[in-house]
């Protein structure tokens, strides 16, 4: 069983930063998907940047403003938000895939002021 656990949401103005962390109970590269999904009121659940068998992709509307990054000695995958705007306000998921299984951590509000 694959555990992951979200944090580093919060409520930042438009223009400001965040990062959110996603701690898995194994290792990182064990996944050939590990990374960030959101979903806003009303809308579907979205990709937003991860690692796909160890590279970074990222969907059009982060790149430039969000970084992913991983740390292998603590199981960890980051994803640095820069330049926030309120469309990016969502729950921010981290989700991974291994084998035929899909895991999902609990979610973290992200909210932007505008």
């Known amino acids: 069983q694959v555990q992951l656990v979200e944090s580093g949401g919060g409520l930042v103005q438009a223009g400001g930063s965040l990062r959110l962390s996603c701690a898995a109970s194994k290792s990182i590269t064990s996944f050939p998907r590990i990374g960030w999904y959101r979903q806003a009121p009303g809308n579907q659940r979205e990709w937003v940047a991860g690692?796909?068998?160890?590279?970074?992709d990222y969907a059009d509307f982060v790149k430039g403003r969000f970084a992913v990054s991983g740390d292998d000695a603590k199981n960890t995958i980051y994803l640095q938000m820069n330049r926030l705007k309120p469309e990016d306000t969502a729950v921010y998921y981290c989700?991974?895939?291994?084998?035929?299984?899909?895991?999902w951590g609990q979610g973290t509000q992200v909210t932007v002021s505008s």
């Open positions: 989700g991974a895939t291994i084998g035929a299984g899909d895991y």
């Open positions: 690692l796909i068998m160890h590279e970074a």
